[in-house]
């Protein structure tokens, strides 16, 4: 069982009946729900605390997460397996209170929390260059674009919980070093152009990843990636459309395009991760479903796109090796520097301890505003108990 | 028959008045987006860009329009990118900097409030482009003092500790509210023109709302009278500088260029 799952003694069972309102309004972090409504049906509603109440949010941050709610039997099954079997065979979808192995559960949990941590921690590097965006319309398209990658990471840790784990305890892990994320944000912005070609080579192979993982075999992963995939495309569109900017531009920018391109290419196709030979999850999740195509055939795919867009850019690959293979009609390239790859991987990336201590920062500045929050909720709940 | 008073404001002059809210929005939208990846969780990191982009996306409309009656030819960008600061005419609020989240909503909390009574103002506009904007801005005001305030509440009466930084936030952010309300010579005659809102007129009902909101976060309104002014007039505090060189660092290195 993966470190990444909660444990469970034997036999525990939750009591889901009869839950008190306080308990059930302390789970859902004391908020009312609009659209989705929670009421006493024996509050009468002062307009005071209409005031109050009617605009609180609903903070995940709260939810006291019960992990096993969505799992009906998690010990071996016969008959869940044959089922399982039948829809991975079938290429259905396996949902959140299907009968799945352990294994797939964990494998699951951790590509899509690596997923969520990749789409929270790559704010960062975007970030580094709102402040500082040459036009108050490309300032305004990479807030956007930042405040997207937020919405994406919540919606991949929210369809994680569906698996038995919570947001939390995945962030946890993740600022112990516990889980990854995409090793490509180790990598430090050191110029407006970086935001050009973050949107086209980073979003841009994320985006060839993606599309295959609409087909993935957990449901709410795959619908997750037909939401994000049509934001991502935006986002290398608005790549492209700063590159083009500069590459059109002065020889000033075009120097920073292209250096920019230096910087980027390799670190770019290091993000499909190491050969399939290499790689140590490939076959299990192909056999589940979960991947759907191979490291190596994806990275191929990315660069037979990519190379004829850096050619009409007129931006020159750094890859003294790289060729057209008119057999296969495909771009070959030259071997990727696997040392520098893993070095980054393990930890030994140029920004690595800084993207983490500065998400760990954040968490903990943030730990009297949560504190502060809860217990407003608390006195709400305590308020509503009184009067019912 | 009375002789109607002749309240005609010159063009320019409309423009420079438009110039003064564009440079409070792009201001504290930059603050703002300064403390993305930095809020306390996720679903603060929407809201916080979100509201920066708001901000940013007002000051882009209200640039637009001002590029095209000021003296002189310039842009949107340009007005963003090439004024100094003493050029800059935002109020002192907005460019404060901040230590936390509490200064982040205590000064977002006390601007939104204004706001949302100067858009509902302008949105009877008798300039029909300003009112048109005014209607977008009121929206999104509403939007933002509802967030503001809900933290203000929820925070002041959260924990001891949560109250006592909201409470220490409200002492550093209060005296830059009074010259929310200041009125010039130029405000006076905008709104006397039926162009604009003259913000002496706003005072009464922003003072309720915020004591409101303050009373019943359980915090309380600085006995301090002392009250800053001089943003209107270019006379900054020193926050404003830097952040203006950080945010136009690219645009002044690279003049006349297209990105």
Redesign the interface.
């Known amino acids: 069982m993966s470190a990444s799952l909660p444990s469970r003694k034997r036999g525990q069972k939750r009591e889901r009946q009869g839950r008190s309102l306080r308990e059930v309004l302390r789970i859902l972090g004391g908020t009312w729900i609009r659209g989705n409504r929670l009421e006493n049906p024996a509050e009468p509603r002062s307009e005071g605390k209409k005031k109050l109440l009617a605009n609180e949010r609903s903070f995940v941050m709260m939810i006291e997460f019960d992990p096993w709610s969505t799992v009906k039997n998690r010990d071996i099954d016969d008959e869940g397996q044959q089922k399982f079997d039948d829809i991975i065979a079938a290429d259905e979808k396996v949902e959140p209170r299907d009968w799945m192995p352990e294994g797939y559960r964990a494998t699951v949990i951790r590509q899509m929390a690596q997923h969520a941590h990749s789409e929270v921690i790559g704010m960062q590097p975007e970030a580094n260059w709102i402040l500082r965006a040459p036009t108050l319309l490309r300032k305004s398209i990479l807030i956007a674009k930042v405040q997207d990658e937020a919405g994406h990471g919540l919606y991949l840790y929210s369809a994680t919980e569906t698996l038995g784990v919570s947001r939390h305890e995945l962030e946890d892990l993740l600022h112990r070093g516990r889980q990854k994320y995409s090793s490509i944000f180790n990598y430090p912005t050191l110029s407006w152009a970086d935001m050009g070609t973050i949107g086209w080579l980073v979003d841009g192979a994320a985006i060839v990843n993606q599309i295959v993982l609409q087909g993935t075999s957990y449901g709410p992963y795959s619908r997750a990636m037909v939401k994000i995939c049509k934001e991502e495309s935006f986002h290398a569109r608005q790549g492209f459309s700063i590159l083009m900017a500069l590459t059109s531009g002065s020889d000033a920018q075009k120097a920073m395009a292209q250096d920019s391109m230096d910087r980027w290419w390799w670190p770019a196709l290091m993000m499909f991760g190491p050969h399939d030979s290499e790689s140590t999850h490939t076959e299990e999740s192909m056999a589940w479903k979960i991947k759907r195509m191979s490291n190596d055939d994806l990275r191929q795919k990315f660069i037979d796109q990519t190379v004829p867009q850096a050619h009409y850019l007129g931006l020159k690959i750094p890859d003294p090796e790289l060729r057209f293979d008119s057999e296969t009609e495909q771009w070959r390239t030259g071997e990727i520097d696997w040392d520098e790859f893993w070095a980054v991987v393990k930890g030994d990336g140029p920004l690595n301890r800084e993207r983490i201590s500065h998400k760990v920062r954040a968490w903990e500045d943030g730990a009297w505003v949560r504190a502060g929050a809860s217990a407003y909720a608390d006195k709400q709940v305590e308020m509503l108990d009184k009067s019912a | 028959m009375t002789t109607k008073e002749d309240t005609t404001i010159a063009t320019g002059q409309f423009g420079v008045y438009l110039i003064r809210h564009a440079d409070d929005n ?1 201001v504290l939208g ?1 603050r703002l ?2 403390y ?11 809201a916080v ?2 509201i ?2 708001d901000h ?2 007002l ?2 409309h209200l ?1 637009t329009y001002a590029a095209t009656l000021v003296d002189g030819d310039t842009s ?2 340009d007005l ?2 090439l004024r100094s600061e003493r050029e800059y005419s935002n109020v002192l609020l907005v460019e404060q900097p901040h230590d ?2 509490g200064d982040v909503m205590v000064r977002q909390f006390l601007f939104d409030a204004y706001q949302l009574l100067l858009w509902q103002a302008l949105s009877t506009s008798g300039d029909s482009t300003l009112s048109g904007i005014a209607q977008r801005a009121e929206r999104e005001a509403t939007y933002h003092l ?1 967030h503001s305030s ?1 933290w203000l ?3 002041g ?3 001891s ?3 006592s ?1 909201m409470q220490q936030s409200i002492n550093r952010m209060w005296r830059f509210t009074g010259e929310l309300f200041e009125s010039d010579e130029l405000d006076v005659a905008v709104a006397a023109s039926g162009v604009g809102a003259d913000p002496v007129e706003l005072e009464g009902a922003w003072r309720a709302c915020v004591a409101d909101v303050i009373d ?1 976060a359980t915090l309380s309104i600085p006995e301090d009278p002392y009250q800053a002014s001089g943003g209107r007039s270019g006379i900054h505090t020193e926050h404003l500088g830097p952040m203006l060189a ?2 136009q ?3 002044r290195s ?1 003049p006349g ?3």
């Open positions: 792009l930059q987006a300064e993305v990846t930095r809020a306390p969780d996720l679903e603060e990191e929407l860009a979100n920066a982009l940013i996306g000051a882009t640039f949107a960008d963003a990118m936390g989240f509802r809900n509440i929820r925070l009466d959260g924990t500790e949560s109250h930084r019943e950080e945010m660092s690219l645009a690279y260029l297209s990105w």
